[in-house]
């Protein structure tokens, strides 16, 4: 397993914009697929990003498609998700996942997590 560390959330307003970062220890960063996930209050743990090994390919949920984008460092063992276009509905703590396995597209897939890292928009 890897070690996770998020950071860059906060508070912006609708139409803003925050990058998250997440900064992985631990065995061969990449040798891993990257994933960001979030949780509103009340509500279930759901997918948002995923990356794999090497970045050359990406994978969005419908509803952030367009304005949310995954990337990842790999010589700074560090994935991001930079949000543009931020809506009140994108409220919730985000967390970073690993997953050695081929089926990264999958939440089931992954067995490293952060701790999160909230992100509120305001109306």
């Known amino acids: 397993q890897v070690q996770l560390v998020e950071s860059g959330g906060g508070l912006v307003q609708t139409g803003g914009s925050l990058r998250l970062s997440c900064e992985a220890s631990g065995r061969a960063f990449s040798s891993y697929a990257m994933g960001w996930f979030r949780q509103a209050p009340g509500k279930v743990r759901e997918f948002v990003a995923a990356i794999n090994w090497s970045g050359g390919f990406t994978y969005y949920a419908d509803s952030v498609k367009g304005r949310f984008t995954i990337s990842r460092d790999n010589a700074k063992n560090t994935v991001y998700l930079q949000m543009n276009s931020l809506k009140p509905e994108d409220t919730a703590v985000y967390f970073c996942?690993?997953?050695?396995?081929?089926?990264?597209?999958?939440?089931?897939?992954?067995?490293?997590w952060g701790q999160g890292t909230q992100v509120t928009v305001s109306s």
């Open positions: 996942a690993a997953t050695p396995r081929p089926d990264w597209k999958l939440k089931s897939a992954y067995d490293s």
